[in-house]
């Protein structure tokens, strides 16, 4: 068989003309695939003529973005790591921790955030957060965070890549985090709680640098977690193969390795170390075991005890000390998990976060509850999660580098410091200007006005009668008050309320207290009020008009500053009607549109909305039934990052000449 060569023809070059680099280079700051999209709607501008757009690729645009934008970044092109040290070296404010750099192990440094002493003071930061992260760079190094909430706006304090899966040493992780965390103590950073998931490393390692000479010293793990990981482990998802050490569990139940307010466990001994059922808990024991934990994870000397509506009711506020807590905690637990035969399951709840410390073992529950160390109960933290931390990977991995496949450490470290970190640092500023609010008053808003709309009679009467709610320490006996990470009620806010002057059965309620930075408190009050029992009562409801026609003008004035103290935009202000507002210009917008040029050739939709004028009852259904197909139109219901979806069932309208429905 003799083949014959045929020479293939030499494929079309296309290069980048001088335009398209041109706007490139004047839009670099965009992501690449954004000025790729924005080049291929651009190619009938007069700029391209000389230009076939459509055979540039996206593969093209992002080299050539990277070669304008590498020379922010790169400083040694050979070697990343060098390249990182040198870039940050240049950054005011960044300071390189000298200890922990080792090319292929480690590099951290500190933020402005942490360093400029002058804007930022350490006496506030007394919570702080750790997490780590990872895929954020094509070497592996896990990404870890100290953040702190300063005037409830969370900042970055320092950074630390970490790799030592090449290094063959005992604690080679752990030895490495306390160096860290002593080198920023040593900076002066000393926090009375530390924030972190159950990676116990972390945990070590805060521990040996900052609870050394801090009688304050608490460490909390993630309420979020410690949840997810008790879930997990009875309902089977996750199985740890010594959850079930008997030997463990019989040596910490000894009465003298027991402190005196839990040697009632001695006598249980025996049903404790007992196989019992060998079945796994059902979900819906899984589910009221996660939910009697949680809630004695939650309990604190300073709240006081929940009162429940099928229990014996309380003739005052009761609030019990560390070791009482800790003691009903392990009995009410215990009762359960023998009402379901589950000795296994108490063991497991023992040895992983009810265990107090005994020799020289250390304490699960110390770390697992809000109570902390016996010694340090004379505050509680403002924070339960690490979720402030979980947002932050998301915001960078999202937000800034969506459109970087594991990229260089140099990358990563421009990214931090040039966008991650300042806007962090421009948030903080807006909040200190009064031109923004945090995120964390945001949501005591919402909470506010959530409880305003619950308040009625048989609240105020349950509020004096049952739960003896306390206005001047804001604590509440109620669980809501308890399960509530803002620690807010119905019952508190009632204290701001008044019948409606309508007397239609409704209250008017006060809107919440303005912005402080001191707003959330660790000690009693929780709540901190400035000059708020002046003002003026309102209704928090969208159906009653919101105005008070009193006639001291004392109390009217109190109100008026105060509400304009809040700063709140038109969606917030609860003296105008902003909903009803909404609907009537959705509603006008819809109808402008059905009988505009959009429109002209689909009777249909015309003919649908002439009937729906006459047959709806009000303007609330005519919106719910047009708002989609409209948004569809105008291309305003599109999910932000996504680029595909369905198309809905309303792109019938959308369609100049449907026969559909005569076809069928």
């Not at 010293?217 to 199985?239: D, M, P, V």
């Not at 009402?339 to 110390?366: A, H, L």
């Not at 809107?511 to 709540?527: G, H, V, Y």
Request: proline share 5%; glycine share 4%; aromatic share 12%.
């Amino acid at each position: 068989m003799i083949y014959e060569h045929c020479k293939h023809p030499k494929p079309d070059k296309f290069h980048m003309t001088p335009a398209v680099e041109s706007y490139i280079n004047t839009h670099k700051h965009f992501a690449p695939r954004h000025i790729y999209q924005n080049l291929l709607q651009m190619m009938d501008k007069s700029q391209f003529e000389k230009t076939e757009l459509y055979t540039i690729t996206r593969q093209q645009v992002y080299n050539v973005w990277r070669s304008i934008n590498k020379t922010g970044w790169e400083r040694d092109a050979a070697n990343d790591y060098r390249s990182a040290q040198l870039l940050l070296a240049e950054q005011d404010g960044y300071r390189l921790v000298h200890s922990l750099q080792e090319p292929g192990v480690s590099l951290a440094f500190l933020t402005p955030c942490f360093t400029d002493r002058s804007m930022y003071s350490l006496a506030k930061m007394t919570e702080i957060f750790i997490d780590s992260t990872f895929g954020t760079n094509k070497h592996g190094y896990e990404l870890y965070c100290v953040l702190t909430e300063y005037d409830l706006v969370s900042l970055p304090l320092s950074y630390l890549l970490l790799d030592t899966r090449g290094v063959q040493e005992e604690g080679k992780r752990g030895s490495r985090l306390t160096a860290w965390f002593t080198a920023l103590r040593g900076e002066g950073l000393c926090p009375n709680v530390v924030h972190t998931d159950k990676d116990f490393a972390e945990v070590t390692a805060a521990s040996i640098a900052f609870k050394r000479d801090n009688s304050n010293y608490n460490h909390h793990l993630c309420l979020w977690h410690s949840l997810r990981a008790i879930y997990q482990h009875l309902t089977g998802k996750e199985k740890d193969k010594d959850s079930d050490a008997i030997g463990s569990a019989r040596n910490s139940l000894r009465t003298s390795g027991l402190p005196q307010y839990l040697h009632f466990l001695s006598d249980e001994t025996d049903w404790i170390l007992s196989k019992g059922q060998t079945k796994q808990c059902t979900s819906a024991q899984a589910s009221i075991l996660r939910g009697m934990v949680k809630g004695h994870l939650l309990r604190h000397p300073l709240l006081p005890k929940v009162a429940f509506d099928n229990a014996d009711p309380q003739q005052a506020l009761v609030f019990e000390t560390y070791e009482e807590i800790h003691a009903s905690s392990i009995k009410e637990l215990l009762s359960y998990c023998k009402c379901i035969d589950q000795p296994k399951v108490f063991r497991y709840f023992w040895r992983n976060w009810y265990r107090p410390e005994f020799r020289n073992v250390g304490s699960r529950w110390e770390i697992a509850s809000l109570c902390g160390r016996p010694g340090s109960v004379a505050s509680i933290p403002i924070s339960r999660t690490t979720m402030r931390l979980e947002s932050h990977w998301r915001i960078l991995k999202k937000d800034y580098g969506s459109n970087l496949v594991r990229p260089r450490l140099d990358v990563l470290c421009y990214i931090i410091f040039n966008g991650l970190v300042r806007s962090r640092i421009q948030l903080h500023l807006q909040v200190a200007a009064g031109r923004e609010k945090p995120s964390a008053y945001k949501d005591f808003v919402n909470v506010w006005r959530n409880c305003a709309e619950a308040v009625d009679q048989t609240t105020i009467n349950k509020r004096d009668g049952f739960y003896f709610t306390d206005k001047d320490k804001w604590v509440c006996s109620c669980p809501a008050f308890v399960f509530n990470s803002r620690y807010l009620c119905k019952h508190l806010v009632s204290y701001y309320s008044s019948p409606h002057p309508d007397g239609n059965g409704r209250y008017a309620v006060q809107p919440p207290p303005s912005f402080t930075p001191d707003l959330f408190q660790e000690q009693l009050p929780l709540i901190r009020f400035n000059y708020f029992d002046q003002a003026v009562p309102v209704a928090i409801s969208s159906g009653v008009e919101l105005s008070y026609s009193g006639d001291a003008e004392t109390g009217t004035s109190a109100y008026v500053q105060e509400l304009a103290s809040l700063q709140l935009s038109p969606s917030e202000n609860p003296e105008v009607r902003e909903d009803n507002d909404e609907e009537s210009m959705g509603l006008l917008r819809i109808i402008n549109w059905v009988t505009g040029d959009q429109c002209e050739n689909n009777p249909r939709m015309q003919q649908d909305i002439c009937r729906s004028i006459i047959s709806s009852r009000s303007p609330e259904e005519l919106i719910k039934k047009f708002k989609r197909p409209y948004e569809e139109a105008v291309g305003s219901s599109r999910p932000t990052g996504h680029t595909m979806r369905k198309a809905p069932k309303s792109y019938y309208y959308m369609r100049p000449n449907n026969d559909y429905g005569k076809n069928n």
